[in-house]
Nanobody, 123 residues
């Protein structure tokens, strides 16, 4: 079992940047592929980005491609989501999650979840 804690959210203006962190405890992070999801009020949780165990592979939702970058430092048991050129429609609670398999974009393919961190982008 792994415990995940997100941090780095906040209130920013459109066009600004934020970097989210997801710190893991329990099992080592290198045992898992990792993903970021987000959920806006009244909407379903949606896939944002995923990264393989080694960090050598990743994929993104079309809505964030070219603006967001997922990365990981297994030695620090931490995954990051660098978010640039933020838009008001990026406003949501952002969650990190772990999976035994890389490539899934459905929340059902992820096993453990953090509590989320709020990102609010004003226009």
């Amino acid at each position: 079992q792994v415990q995940l804690v997100e941090s780095g959210g906040g209130l920013v203006q459109a066009g600004d940047s934020l970097r989210l962190s997801c710190a893991a405890s329990g099992r080592t992070l290198s045992s898992y592929a990792m993903g970021w999801f987000r959920q806006a009020p009244g909407k379903e949780r949606e896939f944002v980005a995923a990264i393989s165990r080694s960090g050598g592979n990743n994929h993104y939702a079309d809505s964030v491609k070219g603006r967001f970058t997922i990365s990981r430092e297994n030695a620090k048991n931490t995954v990051y989501l660098q978010m640039n050129s933020l838009k008001p429609e990026d406003t949501a609670v952002y969650y990190c999650a772990s999976s035994r398999y890389f490539g899934g974009s459905s929340p059902a393919t992820y096993d453990y979840w953090g509590q989320g961190t709020q990102v609010t982008v004003s226009s």
